[in-house]
């Protein structure tokens, strides 16, 4: 039986195993979020897990997940420390590089611009740009963070939003370059599930 593993970091600490690990990531939405909890009795030369002037794990540090089967694990989480909860067991909610675009506000307009330089404006050197080739015209940004104005293009121009590795796309839910084919074996790979075998003879479809 395969075996699931874990290497987790965050700052320069690695633990290799945790209590729990759920990520959160899609293209519909915005910002991919992991939550690990960890137990609250950790503790490295004298330094503890809970928040005081000397906690190990502090809002705003790094974070990467690796997870896999029988050691064999691949990233599947980069992003950053946004919240902790100092409940049993201990619990670290974290996002992706969308949290960075989160910090700071801006205030810009453009008589005609392209979707590329609005973004390249808005995004700076925090992650490289994939997006699709259009004019947005007039635009204008008051006071808006980066992750609002990508928000506003969802609405107003249905430009979906996302990280992947780094690269912030926008403008199309699929791109070719992040399409994998993953096999999924259930008595393997799916610890639960409450799927239910059904005969297409058990399933009547009514026409139109």
Known sequence: MIRLT???????????????????????????VARIQLPRRISWHGRTLVMDRDALLRKGMNVSVDLGYDNKNKRVFDGYITKISTNNPFELTCEDAMWLLKQKTITKSWRNVTLANLLKTIVGNVVKIKCV????????????????????????????????????????????????????????????????????????????
């Open 6 to 32: 874990s290497n987790i970091k965050i700052g320069k600490y690695v633990f290799e195993g945790v209590v729990s690990c759920e990520v959160e990531s899609s293209w519909d939405q915005l910002t991919s």
């Open 133 to 208: 080739d259009m004019s947005l015209g007039g635009y204008r940004i008051n006071k808006a963070t980066a992750v609002e104005v990508l928000e506003d293009l969802r609405k107003r121009y249905f430009l979906k939003s996302f990280i992947r590795d780094n690269v912030l796309y926008v403008g199309l839910a699929y791109w070719p370059n992040n399409q994998h084919v993953h096999k999924v074996t259930f008595s393997t790979h799916v610890i639960n599930n409450d799927l239910e075998w059904v005969r297409k003879e058990d399933v009547k479809i009514k026409g139109s």
